[in-house]
Nanobody
């Protein structure tokens, strides 16, 4: 069983930056596709960014050019660097592993104008 825990959420002014981290309990990053999702109140959970075992990345159109996903296999950690944040980025952000179909508990990101 893989467990994921997210860190780094908080309150930030529009235009600012945050870096989220997701630490996994097991050494599965090398071959796994990992992703960040987010869910705002009243909305469905949506894919923000993903990174596969080869390091290839994919982004939602709404965050393209502002967010960067990366991972450190040695630290079992996946990151989401968020820049030029907007109030509409406010949501709970979740880390997800496709291989193990497992979610972290989420971390709140609130962007105020």
């Amino acid at each position: 069983q893989v467990q994921l825990v997210e860190y780094g959420g908080g309150l930030v002014q529009a235009g600012g930056s945050l870096r989220l981290s997701c630490v996994a309990s097991g050494s599965m990053f090398i071959i796994d596709t990992l992703a960040w999702y987010r869910q705002a109140p009243g909305f469905q959970r949506e894919l923000v960014a993903s990174i596969n075992g080869f390091g290839s990345t994919d982004y939602a159109e709404s965050v393209q050019g502002r967010f960067t996903i990366s991972k450190d296999n040695a630290k079992n950690t996946v990151y989401l660097q968020m820049s030029s944040l907007k109030p509409e980025d406010t949501a709970v952000y979740y880390c997800y592993t496709y291989r193990y179909d497992s979610w972290g508990p989420g971390t709140q990101v609130t962007v105020f104008s």
